[in-house]
């Protein structure tokens, strides 16, 4: 299968913090036919294994599986659902969405509402509307009818955005944040047939709300190297600053250097420039952004755990959708596979 049409079929899954299942199935399938072993751990962390030589080192890849989105917390009387943020969600991106409510049963279509803009007061008009005062609306009569629906508190909920391709290499999609990394990992493992190290690659959960699978899946393998694939801000867009977000969309994967969670050893570093420079791969560095990735729990597992990311450029991320290109995921494979190849030579 393309790396285009792996990435399609991650992208359109549901998986809000928490309630992984379907991509995590999706991993399981995908990955499997090229790891000597595959499971699930205890909270749902997928961890496939390629055997290396005895006494080489151990690399742990890996990327995301959750996505942000929303999860029901009351149904009113008139039957609209109110709901909590899963993850770090602007509310000036909520309004008017279409959404997907996951039930027991099946999911639901339904619009995010708000106060009509045709009877706002001045004052108002010029306030960003808070999540605690929109909603969700199913259409149903009253919440009797919303939970013969099958509507329960504690509903996952995810933004309803289908996989688009609007040019060459250019893809517009849902959860991009971090299913292109488990596109990439897939694809990464696809093209790693022989290898001297042994690789533990990883679907982590709940990444979006505090790292939690990156936590305990590190602790379980403590491997001696530590790399994330993941997304950072793409900055090219009116309005950001080159000081604000320098990662561009074509120009290569970006290499963090520095975020607010992990300084990246110097020794990774290394390895991730000269494994790019050898082999002629674009790269770009980044350092000073405010977010971070798993790649911040697994360096602090145990003794210490020597950590890197491999970041996506990609446009709009934590919001609905998001839009990237197919050529900076195919430099951040190569990338990754040039390091893996390399990892005997540092560690």
Same mark, same amino acid.
């Given at each position: 299968?393309?790396?285009?049409?792996?990435?399609?079929?991650?992208?359109?899954?549901?998986? %809000?913090? *928490?309630?992984?299942?379907?991509?995590? &199935?999706?991993?399981?399938?995908? $990955?499997?036919?090229?790891? @000597? +072993? /595959?499971?699930?751990?205890?909270?749902?962390? %997928?961890? *496939?294994?390629?055997?290396?030589?005895? &006494?080489?080192?151990?690399?742990? $890849?890996?990327?995301?599986? @959750? +996505? /942000?989105?929303?999860?029901?917390?009351?149904?009113?009387?008139?039957?609209?659902?109110?709901?909590?943020?899963?993850?770090?969600?602007?509310?000036?991106?909520?309004?008017?969405?279409?959404?997907?409510?996951?039930?027991?049963?099946?999911?639901?279509?339904?619009?995010?509402?708000?106060?009509?803009?045709?009877?706002?007061?001045?004052?108002?008009?010029?306030?960003?509307?808070?999540?605690?005062?929109?909603?969700?609306?199913?259409?149903?009569?009253?919440?009797?009818?919303?939970?013969?629906?099958?509507?329960?508190?504690?509903?996952?909920?995810?933004?309803?955005?289908?996989?688009?391709?609007?040019?060459?290499?250019?893809?517009?999609?849902?959860?991009?944040?971090?299913?292109?990394?488990?596109?990439?990992?897939?694809?990464?493992?696809?093209?790693?047939?022989?290898?001297?190290?042994?690789?533990?690659?990883?679907?982590?959960?709940?990444?979006?709300?505090?790292?939690?699978?990156?936590?305990?899946?590190?602790?379980?393998?403590?491997?001696?190297?530590?790399?994330?694939?993941?997304?950072?801000?793409?900055?090219?867009?009116?309005?950001?600053?080159?000081?604000?977000?320098?990662?561009?969309?074509?120009?290569?994967?970006?290499?963090?250097?520095?975020?607010?969670?992990?300084?990246?050893?110097?020794?990774?570093?290394?390895?991730?420039?000269?494994?790019?420079?050898?082999?002629?791969?674009?790269?770009?560095?980044?350092?000073?952004?405010?977010?971070?990735?798993?790649?911040?729990?697994?360096?602090?597992?145990?003794?210490?755990?020597?950590?890197?990311?491999?970041?996506?450029?990609?446009?709009?991320?934590?919001?609905?959708?998001?839009?990237?290109?197919?050529?900076?995921?195919?430099?951040?494979?190569?990338?990754?596979?040039?390091?893996?190849?390399?990892?005997?030579?540092?560690?």
């Amino acid at each position: 299968m393309k790396l285009v049409d792996v990435l399609e079929k991650l992208s359109n899954a549901c998986g %809000v913090a *928490g309630r992984e299942d379907e991509v995590r &199935d999706l991993m399981k399938e995908l $990955l499997k036919p090229n790891v @000597d +072993e /595959i499971k699930e751990d205890k909270l749902g962390n %997928v961890i *496939g294994v390629k055997k290396g030589k005895k &006494d080489a080192p151990t690399v742990m $890849l890996a990327a995301h599986m @959750d +996505e /942000i989105g929303l999860m029901i917390k009351n149904i009113t009387k008139e039957g609209f659902l109110q709901f909590a943020k899963i993850g770090g969600i602007d509310d000036r991106v909520l309004i008017a969405q279409k959404v997907l409510v996951h039930t027991d049963k099946r999911s639901i279509t339904g619009i995010i509402g708000s106060k009509p803009p045709h009877i706002l007061k001045e004052e108002e008009k010029k306030k960003v509307i808070e999540a605690d005062d929109l909603f969700i609306d199913v259409g149903a009569k009253d919440k009797q009818d919303a939970q013969k629906m099958g509507v329960r508190v504690g509903d996952a909920v995810s933004f309803d955005i289908k996989f688009t391709r609007v040019g060459k290499d250019t893809v517009v999609g849902k959860a991009f944040d971090d299913r292109v990394g488990c596109a990439a990992l897939i694809e990464t493992m696809r093209q790693l047939s022989k290898v001297d190290c042994t690789i533990y690659v990883v679907g982590t959960i709940q990444e979006e709300v505090g790292l939690r699978g990156a936590t305990t899946a590190a602790f379980q393998l403590y491997p001696d190297l530590g790399i994330a694939l993941d997304v950072t801000v793409a900055g090219d867009v009116p309005g950001v600053k080159e000081v604000e977000a320098p990662a561009k969309m074509r120009a290569g994967p970006a290499l963090t250097v520095a975020d607010a969670g992990l300084i990246t050893h110097p020794k990774v570093l290394r390895l991730f420039i000269d494994s790019a420079e050898e082999n002629k791969i674009p790269y770009q560095l980044e350092t000073g952004m405010r977010g971070t990735t798993d790649a911040a729990k697994i360096a602090l597992t145990k003794e210490g755990v020597p950590s890197g990311v491999i970041s996506i450029p990609t446009r709009y991320i934590h919001s609905p959708a998001s839009l990237l290109s197919l050529k900076d995921v195919e430099n951040a494979v190569k990338l990754a596979v040039a390091t893996v190849k390399n990892v005997s030579k540092y560690f």
